[in-house]
């Protein structure tokens, strides 16, 4: 059979569509628009009731938020809720340890880690702040999380898992580190 240079046009045209048809559940997964409609999706939104907070835990995230670990120590050593849930700034809640990975303080992290913060911690959409780290393309962060076992198949709730969360923000060294 002779194949053409139009043959061949055509057969690297229907290799990368292949290739497109074959990536599309992982792209219907990520964080994007309109994805993780599919029986491998998440599980949907927690329900977390917003709860007052203490002068400590507000301090304990605006350390976390600002990578200050003195602050973070301190707060904590005036008894801060380091599971409680900020609403102030995002509906869907972020705690102490999701400042600090979307923020890229990794000693901050090692310090609430240390203290007990739960690195699988969720918010209301199920973000982990494995998730953060990887929307924010926070590399620091993500190594210090995957050193203590974060886990990179966690799913929010439209399923989608941290690689694909920062294959979506355009973040590929840190999507490159999330492979599972």
């Known amino acids: 059979m002779i194949v053409t240079e139009s043959r061949r046009r055509l057969l690297r045209h229907l ?12 792209l219907g997964a990520c964080a994007g628009p309109g994805g993780g409609a599919g029986s491998d999706s998440g599980q949907g939104l927690l329900k977390i009731e917003e709860t007052p ?3 400590a835990t507000k301090d304990l995230w ?8 003195a602050a973070t120590k301190a707060a904590l050593a005036a ?14 809640g972020r705690r102490a340890l999701n400042y600090a990975a979307l923020n890229d303080h990794a000693e901050v992290i090692e310090v609430l880690l240390a203290a ?3 690195i699988e911690s969720e918010n209301r959409t199920r973000f982990h702040p494995l998730h953060h780290a990887a929307e924010a393309g926070s ?13 990179k198949r966690a799913k929010m709730y439209r399923g989608g898992i941290p690689q694909q969360i920062a294959e979506f923000k355009g973040h590929r060294e840190a999507a490159l ?3 599972p």
């Not at 290799?15 to 992982?26: E, K, R, V, Y």
């Not at 605006?62 to 670990?69: H, I, L, M």
């Open 15 to 26: 290799a990368g569509f292949a290739a497109l048809t074959a990536s599309a559940p992982l």
């Open 177 to 179: 580190l999330l492979v």
């Open 62 to 69: 605006a350390a976390a938020q600002s990578g200050d670990v």
């Open 139 to 151: 590399i620091n962060a993500i190594k210090v999380l995957l050193k203590h076992g974060a886990n």
């Open 79 to 92: 008894g801060a809720d380091i599971e409680g849930i900020d609403f102030s700034e995002n509906h869907n």
């Open 53 to 55: 907070a203490t002068q």
């Open 116 to 118: 007990g913060a739960n």
